[in-house]
């Protein structure tokens, strides 16, 4: 067996968390990651018999949330109540590997001080199911606070068309980025099956679903494909703070946008460009 500490998915797992602490985007126990792992690549570093504990899933009713289509798979996953910070110097604390299960997970590794996967993971696995149908080489949902992302849903309407037309004016590459646009959350309590069933939906459309006033959702092929992308909505939301009292003289427009789309052959979402 390979030592588990030099896999790739666990490296990558800490120097994303590093990351998004970095960036101010995870305070405290802000923010939580799940990504679906290759079960041959995982049996080369564990044995998948060896289960060590079973974690049932908080905050749902079973009866409302059918994990069916993901009974089996293995996911690597931040734990709840850890902090970003630490999982860089404490992987096998911070972050758990574990094996969806009907009505919870098997844990497989980590969680070493007896920890349970994030609260969110309901909402993670509700994501998960709606992006592989959407995408099937979907891997990654990603949930963070970042700064000015939340800062913008204080004071721009929380419209997904509005939204999401003001932050691809933010930045040439935003429409090439996120052609899909943002699916825009009202306010909702979190830790909820309300809460993961209407962001599975937003993300049936989607790969960013922002919640008002919390922070956002985002879903793709890999950590570094879905960190970039919420990196980039952050950027765009941060020009739109920076500008948003100063007297805007220049913009992107429209016309410009959809010169742009069609230039990189990205589909964006139509209803959002006025043409
Ligand atoms: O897990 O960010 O929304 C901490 C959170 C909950
Ligand atoms: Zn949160």
Known sequence: ??????????????????????????????????????????????????????????????GEFDVTPLVGKIFIVTGT?????????????????VRIVKNGVELLWGYKDGGRTTSELPAHL????????????????IHSHPTNLLAMTYVHELDTERFTHTLWQMSTECIVVFPDGVEVLPWMLCGTNEIGAATAEKMTRARV???AMHGVYGAGRSLD?????????????????LTKNCERINTITDAQLKELAEFFGVDYRKGILNL
Request: one cysteine or more; aromatic letters at 8%.
């Open 209 to 211: 679903a922002v919640w």
């Open 81 to 97: 109540g850890k902090y970003f910070k630490n999982v860089e110097d404490d992987p096998e604390t911070n972050l758990g590997i």
């Open 1 to 62: 067996m390979k030592n588990i500490l030099n896999a790739p998915f666990v490296r990558e797992m800490c120097k994303t968390a590093a990351n998004m602490y970095r960036l101010g985007w995870d305070e405290r126990n802000g923010g939580n990651i799940s990504y679906l792992l290759n079960e041959k690549e995982v049996a080369e570093y564990l044995d998948l018999n060896a289960v060590l504990r079973t974690i049932p899933l908080m905050g749902v009713n079973a």
């Open 225 to 241: 494909e879905t960190f970039g992308l919420i990196e980039t909505v952050e950027k765009a939301a941060q020009i739109y703070m």
């Open 126 to 141: 509700m994501c998960h199911m709606a992006r592989l149908n959407a995408d099937p080489e979907n891997r990654v949902v």
